[in-house]
């Protein structure tokens, strides 16, 4: 069964730092591309950052100074550290697991984690 278990979410102070955490089961973790979106109110769930298995990085432009994904394969775990956060960065944030295309499947999703930036 696969399962995507996101964490660290919370309440933030503009100009605060968060890290997310996402801990993944059920399917080969090394092997996937791992990716955050986010949504907010009213709005479409976008792209974050996303991280391949070979550790090449992605992100969505504005977003790059102040956001960092990793993944540590050894605990199928992938992290998005985001710092100088700001009021516009309030969203629900979903870790996501794309495959890579020589075996095709499903890609999963997590439950995601609020994020609030608020003073």
């Known amino acids: 069964q696969v399962q995507l278990v996101e964490s660290g979410g919370g309440s933030v102070q503009p100009g605060g730092s968060l890290t997310l955490s996402c801990e993944a089961s059920?399917?080969?973790?090394?092997?996937?591309?791992m990716g955050w979106y986010r949504q907010a109110p009213g709005m479409e769930r976008e792209l974050v950052a996303s991280?391949?298995?070979?550790?090449?990085?992605n992100y969505k432009n504005s977003l790059k100074d102040r956001f960092t994904i990793s993944r540590v394969n050894a605990q199928n775990t992938v992290y998005l550290k985001m710092d100088s956060l700001r009021p516009d960065d309030t969203a629900v944030y979903y870790c996501?697991?794309?495959?890579?295309?020589?075996?095709?499947?499903?890609?999963?999703w997590g439950q995601g984690t609020q994020v609030t930036v608020s003073s």
């Open positions: 059920g399917f080969t973790f090394s092997i996937y591309t």
């Open positions: 991280i391949t298995s070979n550790f090449i990085t």
């Open positions: 996501h697991a794309d495959p890579p295309n020589y075996i095709g499947g499903d890609d999963y």
